[in-house]
């Protein structure tokens, strides 16, 4: 199987000193990459940058015009933790692009699997503004062009904080489902089991918060036994994944604690929700320790194609058992509220 990798390997044009989310993380996925040694089995493909087009499909015009005229200006503090300077908008354009350039390429090399491998990162995007590092929602930006070609597209988001961004976008999209593991609490606040999607697709986001400590058979259980139902009822043409490697416990972020092994396990389980070969795309999202976020991307990406390195081993006896129960019990309880309202609705018209 093939590897192509999508992206700007140009870091300079967005950065910050001191900043967490800087150059050098994309270098350390690509070093990842190299540590593989695909020879000719990998294919690197520039990003093209995304059009408005692209973009207004999930964000509001004026924010994109803002965020423009914004990083012309020379750029500033968007908010606490998220910034931009003058080479930012280029920047999250051709982030944006590289997984359309990504999906592009998978339909010319079915028998690939394909890794976006860009920054500024993009999950917590919301329509209107930038939040938490992010500047425009990358796997957002993939998924509506193939909802909007017909696909039916699984978004899993397995970064260390929840997507509140893509949630949000697609939150009463029945074209698009969202999964999400998460630590609870953290950044950003939201990712309870009771949020399952709005009234026109009831069911369509599925959060599974998990507590600090929580080790990979952790993770690993929360996909298998509370997502995969849902997976499984909704059926996906695609596949895309907000693959962020902060979950590791090298991470300086973040408190879960999953080992560069663990995530060969998680890109297993979600290469299998993909109905056929050429349908997976993974999106490098957080990841803040350079040498973990090396390690966990050949570890992932090596899963797949039958090529794994030599990783630390899985791990297990974390906390989260009890967490992975009552977010079961909690979106069930969500999802019959939902149904019952929906009755209610029915009844009186």
């Not at 597209?153 to 893509?166: F, K, Q, R």
């Not at 879960?256 to 056929?276: E, K, M, N, T, Y």
Request: proline share 7%; hydrophobic share 45%; aromatic share 6%.
């Amino acid at each position: 199987m093939q590897l192509i990798v999508t992206g700007d390997l140009d870091e300079s044009e967005h950065a910050r000193s001191g900043h967490p989310e800087r150059p050098g993380r994309v270098a350390a996925a690509m070093a990842g990459v190299a540590d593989l040694q695909l020879g000719d089995d990998l294919l690197v493909l520039p990003a093209r940058p995304a059009s408005l087009a692209d973009l207004t499909r999930v964000h509001e015009s004026g924010y994109l015009e803002g965020l423009a005229t914004f990083c012309g200006r020379g750029g500033g503090d968007l908010d606490r933790d998220t910034y931009a300077g003058a080479g930012s908008w280029q920047a999250a354009r051709m982030a944006a692009g590289a997984g359309l350039a990504a999906i592009e390429a998978l339909k010319l090399h079915p028998n690939a699997i394909a890794f976006a491998a860009a920054r500024p990162p993009g999950h917590h995007a919301l329509p209107d503004r930038a939040m938490g590092f992010c500047l425009l929602n990358n796997i957002a930006v993939a998924a509506a062009l193939l909802a909007a070609t017909g696909e039916r597209v699984l978004i899993v988001d397995w970064d260390v904080h929840h997507g509140n961004g893509t949630q949000a976008i697609f939150w009463d999209d029945p074209r698009v489902l969202y999964v999400s593991t998460h630590q609870s609490p953290l950044f950003p606040g939201s990712g309870h089991p009771s949020e399952i999607g709005g009234t026109s697709d009831p069911g369509g986001t599925v959060n599974i918060p998990l507590p600090p400590g929580a080790t990979g058979d952790v993770v690993r259980e929360a996909l298998e036994e509370v997502a995969a139902p849902a997976v499984d009822c909704f059926g996906p043409t695609w596949v895309l994944v907000s693959a962020g490697f902060d979950a590791h416990r090298a991470d300086p972020l973040a408190d879960l604690a999953l080992s560069s092994g663990d995530f060969a396990h998680l890109s297993r389980i979600v290469a299998g929700f993909a109905p056929q070969p050429g349908r997976l795309v993974l999106f490098l999202e957080g990841g803040y320790d350079l040498r973990a976020l090396r390690e966990a991307v050949a570890a992932a990406l090596g899963a797949l194609l039958d090529t794994p390195p030599t990783v630390h081993g899985a791990t297990s006896g974390g906390p989260g058992a009890e967490s992975i129960h009552l977010a079961r019990l909690e979106r069930e309880a969500a999802l019959r509220r939902a149904e019952g309202a929906s009755m209610w609705t029915q009844g009186a018209e």
